[in-house]
T-cell receptor
Framework: DGGITQSPKYLFRKEGQNVTLSCEQN?????MYWYRQDPGQGLRLIYY???????QKGDIAEGYSVSREKKESFPLTVTSAQKNPTAFYLC??????????????FGDGTRLSIL | KQEVTQIPAALSVPEGENLVLNCSFT??????LQWFRQDPGKGLTSLLL?????REQTSGRLNASLDKSSGRSTLYIAASQPGDSATYLC?????????????FGKGTLLTVNP
């Protein structure tokens, strides 16, 4: 079945450590997105990519980095510069962004906590 | 800056009741409005997408309407069931430029009691 796979489901970070969250999709989608969700809050966009080897900052990119070397993969690194990383992280994908009649599809998320 | 508001924040109803969830947005220049469902600890599932030129979309017991000029959308759920219990999120895709980003509301937590 086609879909989006996020791993790991749970992740713990030590002080000063960088951690990487994985997101893989087999939907042949061009666009991929990373969101952060805090309790009782809507989703906030961290980074997005509309094509391989290109990505743009979202609304809360500070302390995060991404790469898009393959169409299927869009890993997110939470760096030590992100002082409040505890949150639920969601990856999404969609057909090319300009296909505005197509919805975004989401993975099941990674919950990141501080040790 | 686009802002999306969902009212109520939480709603509890008995099984079988028809209900309406509300979503409002501040900038009417949008490509589309999307409704999602989120179960606890899970990702989002797309329910309905209404393009800016459309007035409503239907899927089974769900009907979503869009009034772009007033910046409002409603999600109508008919004959609610306990399995409908979840958080419902609306999001708008602002038009103009080439970023095609979604802005989300905070959601409505729906509980349907047997």
């Amino acid at each position: 079945d086609g879909g989006i796979t996020q791993s790991p489901k749970y992740l713990f970070r030590k002080e000063g450590q960088n951690v990487t969250l994985s997101c893989e999709q087999n939907l042949n989608h061009d666009a991929m997105y990373w969101y952060r969700q805090d309790p009782g809050q809507g989703l906030r966009l961290i980074y997005y990519s509309q094509i391989v080897n290109d990505f743009q900052k979202g609304d809360i990119a500070e302390g995060y980095s991404v790469s898009r070397e393959k169409k299927e993969s869009f890993p997110l690194t939470v760096t030590s510069a992100q002082k409040n990383p505890t949150a639920f992280y969601l990856c999404a994908s969609s057909m090319a962004g300009q296909r505005t009649n197509q919805p975004q599809h989401f993975g099941d998320g990674t919950r990141l906590s501080i040790l | 800056k686009q802002e999306v508001t969902q009212i109520p924040a939480a709603l509890s109803v008995p099984e079988g009741e028809n209900l309406v969830l509300n979503c409002s947005f501040t900038d009417s220049a949008i490509y589309n409005l999307q409704w999602f469902r989120q179960d606890p600890g899970k990702g989002l599932t797309s329910l309905l997408l209404i393009q800016s030129s459309q007035r409503e979309q239907t899927s089974g017991r769900l009907n979503a309407s869009l009034d772009k000029s007033s910046g409002r959308s409603t999600l109508y759920i008919a004959a609610s069931q306990p399995g409908d219990s979840a958080t419902y999120l609306c999001a708008v895709m602002r038009s103009g430029g080439s970023n095609y980003k979604l802005t989300f509301g905070k959601g409505t937590l729906l509980t349907v009691n047997p």
